[in-house]
């Protein structure tokens, strides 16, 4: 199987790249829009992607591989999961969403679940979980843009920059 990984980690990518090899897989691996979009082709069939790489969004890339090869599989990793992205990037084509740190063989077995099968917890959310939902939902809304998030949920710009740089909660 031929794999691309799009990811700003330089050591996860190289890691994981390494265990994918040894399964005798092929795998190349980007940490941008240009150097992805560049080495995504025909032989790619499988895609690894991060859901914030530095200044770019795993969303639009998702979106622009799927436009370049509409048959291309992506598994969306993110260390910033939401419920609100999960369900963005199911609708924009990923055939599933992980939260970091994943292991080669959950990567793998992301990949041959059925298309959109996103497991949520059950559970009810504590307090801080439903909040950083809440923010990721509203930032989801305003595209990325951390002023007008900022201003539509009533805080202060550099508060709601520090939350987003926090690890959501479990629970």
């Known amino acids: 199987m031929n794999y691309l990984l799009i990811d700003d980690d330089t050591v996860f990518s190289s890691v994981l790249a390494r265990m994918l090899v040894r399964r005798g897989d092929q795998v190349i691996t980007a940490t941008n829009t240009e150097e992805a979009l560049a080495r995504c082709d025909q032989s790619i069939h499988r895609v690894v992607l991060d859901l914030k790489l530095e200044q770019e969004s795993g969303l639009l890339i998702l979106q622009q591989l799927c436009a370049l090869q509409p ?94 740089q926090k690890r959501p909660v479990k629970n």
């Open 71 to 164: 048959d291309i599989k992506v598994v969306i990793l993110t260390g910033y999961s939401s419920i609100s992205t999960a369900v963005e990037a199911i609708k924009l084509g990923a055939v599933n969403y992980l939260c970091k740190p994943a292991g080669v063989n959950e990567i793998i077995g992301a990949f041959e679940s059925s298309a959109g099968n996103v497991t949520l917890e059950q559970a009810p959310l504590s307090v801080n979980r439903l909040e950083w939902e809440h923010i990721q939902r509203v930032l989801n809304e305003n595209a990325g843009n951390i002023s007008a998030t900022a201003r539509s949920l009533g805080m202060h710009r550099r508060t709601l920059q520090r939350k987003l």
